[in-house]
């Protein structure tokens, strides 16, 4: 969900308007590079005044607060506020590595605590100040400002020690939590509360990257191991709160319909239920277990009014969608003649059109949250993953100013972009369902994974068209790229933010620019569905990536030339053409293969890291098999190696699920697919072997949790491809008959 990438850091104000429904003002959609910089040092080191009101309340409270971000305990443990949410991609352990890093600190005594909503404190650069975890910002967003923390809290311990021995502070040394001069030493904690009282230094000193003791070194386990491992780890799906209670709801079958009728006469009868009440989403079951509340539901009569429903079923819907590729879209970039370039004597040319499928999040913990609204303040657990929206939308739906509204953030069991949302659905139907309760309890809202599966958030369906060619020397001299889907902008308090003419930039993203072609058109087409849709991730590379480079195999065989060899000739970016080198010699590319095996390769830049994957596939009655995944990654410094590695294999295992057999379908407006006996998720067995490299770089550091996911699909299809002879425009392969040429 990287739109947010494109807000200036003035927007934040311009996003808090919208927030609070007041006057919208257009913003500038570019990316904020520079708030990488000085600004968060400022952010840093410009908050002191603040730290009593900042500092979270819960779990590991205790310490002394050098600055928002770090606190050290008498016992010597050094807690680091952690300002994204960690749902699995090992932020978390990120954060708290840059920190401890700069301090010096014994990593086994380094924990975390998740900050609370607070966006003046902790915002995220990268979205405009406004707070928020998505798009593959938080490490690029928070690398200065956390080594800034860090620095910062190891010069006031050395500032203390210095003045209670007397010495010069540059004869004492940091190590392992200990600081020490001569014969003296003395552990952090035992500081502590000394330092914390020390002036702040304005700009405290980096280290050098030879320095490092953390950063980019292998064996730093994740912070989270331990807890996750044993099972100590509470999810908000783990909450046990006094007096609370279980919420289920009943949604509609169809998006848009709304209640008519409801007898709730059985579902009270329910052993353990407590109450049923009307919120907007649908009709409530509370009660005392989750059991009674499915329960209950079960039991409830509703009778639906879908006379504003979506009613399309799958066909229908693409039919639609195909028949507006046949008709001009919005200009989104134009270069050169198109048209006469496809036309030019000698040229060969290729066109495809593709179809995607709506897909799922399919997160391992489905959506929950608990909320009390109890004397005119609202208390929210939750893994909150834009804090930015679901405080404003917490307090409307409460009738409640947003200062009123309280997020204690906890662990999720994964998101791929469902848990940040503009409506913070689930966040706003768990206050609702309390509010309307009246009691001033507990409610934790559940959503099974039916309820997730049926009545969620997708990433939209898409169609493309690509009219493509190459001259008669074999080099690329046209494309016509036309993209028609459903926009997760508009609709949205982000639309007069993030649309320009008409452009929703997630719908195209990845379409041009990676390749050297002289004439050039994309185009877009924004069709209108009932289906709620959102960013899934890598967002829309998920599908422009896949055309892009399903159609560079095509014109690389038009021009009768290595796939590798003819992305390295028009490849526009000399990191993109490193990760293609070091994919396809770390894969073997060129060499023998065993009988019945294929290569493909695809490569993508997406989040500004750069990413290319060779795939081995061998073809079987059951379809396409992938034997092996050798990927390539540049993501600039890189903080922890085995994190990096962790979400490259995961974004390969998330988008292999996709390119196999993950599609949600509507028959007449209805989802399909329930669980994962219906929407099948990655198995084990069919997970290949896989190897990350990663290219050493001192470049500012990028994102990782997404950019793994683009090349994926397409690399297999060109493994298809190579078997095959025929490509794939189509997805899930599920369904489609693929045998050796």
Request: glycine fraction near 10%.
């Amino acid at each position: 969900m990287h739109m947010l990438q494109k807000l200036e850091p003035g927007a934040v104000s311009g996003l808090a308007a919208a927030l609070s429904g007041a006057a919208q003002t257009p913003l500038s959609r570019r990316f904020v590079l520079a708030a990488m910089g000085g600004a968060g040092i400022g952010l840093v080191l410009g908050l002191k005044a603040e730290v009593a009101h900042a500092a979270p309340a819960g779990a590991n409270a205790a310490g002394q607060a050098f600055n928002p971000f770090v606190k050290i305990a008498p016992d010597g443990t050094v807690t680091v506020i952690v300002k994204h949410l960690d749902k699995g991609q090992g932020i978390a352990t990120g954060l708290a590595t840059l920190a401890a890093d700069e301090m010096d600190a014994d990593w086994s005594k380094v924990t975390t605590q998740f900050a609370p909503a607070d966006g003046k404190t902790y915002g995220n650069a990268l979205f405009g100040g406004a707070q928020g975890t998505g798009g593959s910002t938080s490490i690029a967003a928070s690398y200065t400002v956390y080594r800034t923390a860090g620095a910062a809290a190891r010069a006031m311990l050395v500032a203390a020690a210095a003045r209670q021995w007397g010495v010069d502070p540059a004869t004492i040394k940091v190590s392992k939590g200990v600081v020490s001069a001569g014969s003296r030493s003395a552990g952090f904690g035992a500081l502590a509360e000394a330092a914390a009282k020390e002036p702040v230094p304005a700009e405290p000193k980096l280290k050098e990257a030879s320095a490092f003791t953390l950063i980019g070194k292998e064996g730093v386990h994740r912070v989270d191991n331990v807890a996750k491992t044993t099972g100590a780890r509470i999810y908000t799906q783990d909450l046990k709160l006094p007096d609370m209670l279980v919420a289920v709801v009943a949604h509609p079958p169809r998006f848009g319909a709304t209640p008519k009728s409801v007898d709730a006469t059985a579902a009270k009868a329910v052993k353990g239920v407590q109450d049923v009440v009307m919120v907007p989403q649908g009709v409530a079951v509370l009660a005392t277990t989750t059991h009674a509340a499915i329960k209950g539901r079960d039991a409830l009569k509703v009778e639906w009014d879908e006379s504003k429903a979506e009613t399309r079923s799958t066909a229908d819907m693409l039919a639609d969608y195909r028949g507006a590729l046949a008709k001009p879209g919005l200009p989104v970039e134009t270069h050169g003649d198109v048209e006469a370039a496809l036309k030019a004597p000698g040229v060969k040319l290729v066109e495809a059109e593709f179809e995607f499928p709506y897909l799922a999040h399919a997160a391992m913990e489905p959506m929950n949250a608990a909320a009390q609204v109890k004397d005119g303040a609202v208390t929210i657990w939750t893994g909150s993953q834009l804090p930015v929206a679901d405080v404003p939308n917490a307090a409307r739906t409460a009738g409640v100013s947003p200062d009123k509204v309280e997020i204690r953030t906890q662990w999720a069991g994964g998101s791929f972009g469902r848990r940040a949302l503009a409506s913070s659905d689930f966040v706003v139907e768990a206050v609702a369902i309390a509010k309307a309760h009246g009691k001033g309890v507990p409610v934790k809202l559940v959503w099974t994974r039916e309820d997730d599966m049926k009545s969620g958030y997708y990433r939209p369906v898409y169609v493309h068209k690509v009219r493509a060619a190459v001259d008669a020397s074999g080099k690329p001299v046209a494309w016509h790229h036309h993209v028609v889907g459903q926009s997760i902008i508009a609709g949205t308090f982000f639309e007069p933010m993030l649309v320009k003419d008409g452009i929703d930039d997630t719908s195209v993203e990845g379409t041009h620019g990676a390749y050297d072609i002289p004439n050039m058109k994309v185009e877009l087409t924004t069709m209108k569905a009932g289906v709620p849709v959102l960013w899934w991730r890598s967002v829309g590379h998920t599908h422009t990536a896949y055309a892009v480079e399903v159609v560079m195999d095509q014109l690389a065989r038009a021009a009768g030339q290595d796939p590798v060899a003819f992305r390295l000739a028009h490849a526009t970016d000399e990191r993109l053409k490193a990760v293609i080198r070091l994919a396809a010699d770390k894969a073997g590319w060129g060499t023998p293969l065993p009988a019945g095996r294929t290569r493909g390769i695809a490569a993508h830049k997406s989040f500004n890291t750069y990413v290319a994957e060779v795939v081995e596939i061998s073809l079987a009655d059951a379809g396409v098999k992938v034997e092996r995944v050798v990927a390539a990654v540049d993501c600039g410094v890189v903080v922890n190696p085995d994190v990096v590695r962790a979400q490259i294999e995961g974004g390969i295992g998330f988008g292999l699920g996709a390119a196999l057999h993950d599609a949600i379908t509507l028959d007449k407006g209805a989802v399909e697919q329930g669980n994962f006996d219906t929407y099948a998720p990655l198995r084990m067995s069919e997970m290949p072997k896989v190897e990350v490299h990663i290219v050493a770089s001192d470049v500012a550091p990028t994102g990782v949790g997404e950019p793994g996911v683009p090349p994926l699909a397409p690399a297999v299809a060109n493994a298809v491809l190579a078997a095959t002879g025929r490509p794939v425009h189509r997805l899930p392969f599920a369904g489609q008959a693929f045998k050796p040429a």
